[in-house]
């Protein structure tokens, strides 16, 4: 079973989100070896996630905020998430960490609101170009795991993670396969320390047509986190065939 979670990030409007949806749609996937979901911009959620009933794909939030309900200006709790459909959220996102200033701890909250609400949290770490130069890799992401997993409870619980470089979002400088390989191989073994679970960890970060494969079959990597290719009609759906054909 390979996951291929498509970002949307802000890439797309609300009507640009629907006519992409509806092209996906029109395609046959294999539903018996791929877990598919589309993170749509929150306009489009709602839309999106009527046209996916009883589809193979399924529909995730790019953000949630960890208070239930109440005076938050701007904000969408896991919880009305969780009631319009979302069945997962991306949470700790590269792009809500340094743009937004989201803080581990945040990070932590809202893996529980998911947990709260019955959301899969898709967890995302990954290191900067600076931690990288400063071989500070394994310190930032143990970081990141640290602050989400030290005490929480995930029995019963689905998660997952995303392996995202900083520096391989959006450059086209993507992880080598080899590299995302050790990387999510040792993020696994630091997992043991917390759950028994078997948590699955996907590689994100300039993933296209050409590059899927070489991660894809790599023993420790689970499937992918497709940012702007996914919002190119063409590509991704020839991205997915790629994948297909494994
Ligand atoms: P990218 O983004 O595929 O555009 O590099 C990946 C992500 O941020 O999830």
Request: hydrophobic residues 40%; aromatic residues 10%; negative net charge.
């Amino acid at each position: 079973m390979k996951y291929i979670f498509a970002n949307w990030k802000m890439y797309l409007d609300f009507d640009e989100s629907n006519i992409l949806m509806n092209r996906l749609l029109q395609n046959d996937f294999d539903g018996d070896s791929l877990v598919m979901a589309i993170f749509p911009t929150t306009l489009a959620f709602t839309e999106i996630e009527k046209a996916t009933r009883e589809t193979l794909w399924n529909v995730g939030a790019q953000n949630v905020a960890w208070v239930e309900k109440g005076a938050y200006t701007g904000a969408i709790s896991a919880h009305m998430l969780a009631s319009a459909g979302a069945k997962y959220a991306l949470v700790g996102h590269s792009e809500r960490r340094y743009v937004f200033g989201e803080k581990d701890e945040d990070v932590r909250k809202k893996v529980e609101a998911c947990f709260d609400a019955g959301i899969i949290p898709v967890l995302c770490v990954g290191e900067t170009k600076e931690d990288y130069a400063d071989d500070k890799r394994q310190y930032r992401i143990k970081k990141q795991l640290l602050a989400v997993f030290d005490g929480l409870e995930t029995k019963g619980r689905d998660i997952l993670i995303a392996y995202e470089p900083v520096w391989a979002i959006g450059t086209g400088d993507a992880a080598t396969p080899a590299d995302a390989e050790d990387v999510i191989g040792w993020i696994k073994k630091e997992l043991q320390d917390f759950t028994k679970q078997e948590i699955p960890v996907l590689y994100g970060g300039s993933v296209d047509k050409k590059n899927v494969v070489s991660y894809i079959e790599q023993d420790s990597i689970d499937g992918v986190l497709v940012g702007h290719v996914s919002t190119q009609y063409d590509e991704f759906v020839d991205l997915i065939r790629e994948i297909e054909k494994q």
